[in-house]
């Protein structure tokens, strides 16, 4: 396995991708309502990105035909935009990569359409807090598997069900590069963490049961008992004293 340290020089053009994708969701916040196609959102984000002097890191990989990914309720991602409209009460997830000068950020985030449950609030409000308790163990001498084993027994002690088949991933000259992420294992083990490192962070937990499959448009994983799912994202670097997030502000 190759896990390739970036120099200064390649954390701040990660940094700028990064800040590109954060800008994104920004943007397409206050369009997220009732009504909206999950197409119409990709059209925004997709001339946002351009806006910024960055190109969608999605659109065309491994022959994704959207520039995010748009996945609603028990979808729990790879969601293709369409002519699908936004509804009250539904959780849509937001995956945006941005590639500027040949580098990537990748982050997704859940979002509420107008007023959802009380399990979706809870759902979401969980699977975010998974994410910070991953971050939290991204230092130097950590083990990947510190940040999984963390954001498992977070997720288990608020009963979620923890997507193992999809999991975070190296980010730098391509959106998916070593090492996976997996959101549970045991601590103590897997690649040692490096200053200089850059991972996608992405807990992806269920309402119900953990299991999922494929629809037959070959993207869209989603949920097996049709229970929501959130999915909560960052890119981090791995510095000396710890980590910074690079698709945050």
Partial sequence: MLI???SSREIELLKKAGHIVYLTHQYLKPYIKEGITTKELDKLAEDFII???ATPSFKG???FPGSICTSINEEVV???PGNRKLKNGDIVKLDIGACYKGYHGDSAWSYKVGNVSKEIDYLMEHTEKALYEGIKQVKPGNRIGDISHAIEEYAKAHNLGVVKELVGHGVGTKVHEEPDVPNYGKSG???LLKEGMVIAIEP????GTADIYMLDDDWTIVTDDDLPSAHFEHTVAVVK???IILTGE
């Fill in 204 to 207: 992806m937990l269920n309402l």
């Fill in 51 to 53: 806006s910024q002097n």
């Fill in 189 to 191: 083990v897997g690649p």
């Fill in 61 to 63: 990989l491994y022959g």
């Fill in 78 to 80: 790879h969601g293709i």
């Fill in 4 to 6: 390739s340290i970036k």
């Fill in 241 to 243: 004293d710890g980590y």
